[in-house]
């Protein structure tokens, strides 16, 4: 009776240990090769010949389901791939429209600013024209009284 119980049990703890390695459900596939011994064995009592063919039958499915499992993985992967790069992108895109924007309203601040200064290099300029002038106007006045 132990061969049997061992035998049930050695199968499930090989696909407990398979599933988690291929990083499925450990667990659901060592009670679908307990379920397969025991349905196995209610068949055919008494002939372990038939549990080996069965078990590698549930070996091939779980081949199968780890071969569609990657698959699906594999394509989440990708998914995530492509949102990352195009959150990278969007990110590169506001920051150059940040950037842009910055350099534009530093451009108008240093024409505001340029226009500023021109328009107080005018004004020095003309109140050193009228200044000359007054006083140019004041020794013409001197001038002429004095003669």
Same mark, same amino acid.
């Given at each position: 009776?132990?061969?049997? $119980? $061992?035998?049930?049990? $050695?199968?499930?703890?090989?696909?407990?240990?398979?599933?988690?390695?291929?990083?499925?459900?450990?667990?659901?596939?060592?009670?679908?090769?307990? @379920?397969?011994?025991?349905?196995?064995?209610?068949?055919?009592?008494?002939?372990?010949?038939?549990?080996?063919?069965?078990?590698? $039958?549930?070996?091939?499915?779980?081949?199968?389901?780890?071969?569609?499992?990657?698959?699906?993985?594999?394509?989440?992967?990708?998914?995530?791939?492509?949102?990352?790069?195009?959150?990278?992108?969007?990110?590169?895109?506001?920051?150059?429209?940040?950037?842009?924007?910055?350099?534009?309203?530093?451009?108008?601040?240093?024409?505001?600013? @340029?226009?500023? @200064?021109?328009?107080?290099?005018?004004?020095?300029?003309?109140?050193?024209?009228?200044?000359?002038?007054?006083?140019?106007?004041?020794?013409?006045?001197?001038?002429?009284?004095?003669?």
């Amino acid at each position: 009776m132990l061969g049997i $119980g $061992g035998g049930l049990f $050695g199968f499930a703890a090989l696909f407990y240990f398979a599933a988690e390695y291929e990083h499925m459900s450990g667990w659901k596939w060592a009670l679908a090769s307990v @379920a397969v011994t025991t349905a196995v064995k209610g068949l055919f009592p008494g002939s372990f010949i038939f549990v080996l063919p069965a078990q590698f $039958g549930l070996f091939l499915v779980l081949w199968w389901a780890h071969t569609k499992n990657q698959a699906q993985r594999d394509v989440e992967r990708e998914q995530r791939q492509k949102d990352s790069v195009r959150e990278r992108q969007q990110r590169v895109s506001r920051a150059r429209e940040e950037t842009a924007a910055n350099t534009d309203f530093v451009a108008q601040e240093r024409e505001r600013e @340029a226009t500023a @200064a021109a328009a107080l290099k005018e004004r020095q300029e003309r109140v050193r024209l009228a200044r000359e002038q007054r006083e140019r106007e004041e020794r013409d006045m001197g001038k002429g009284t004095g003669t």
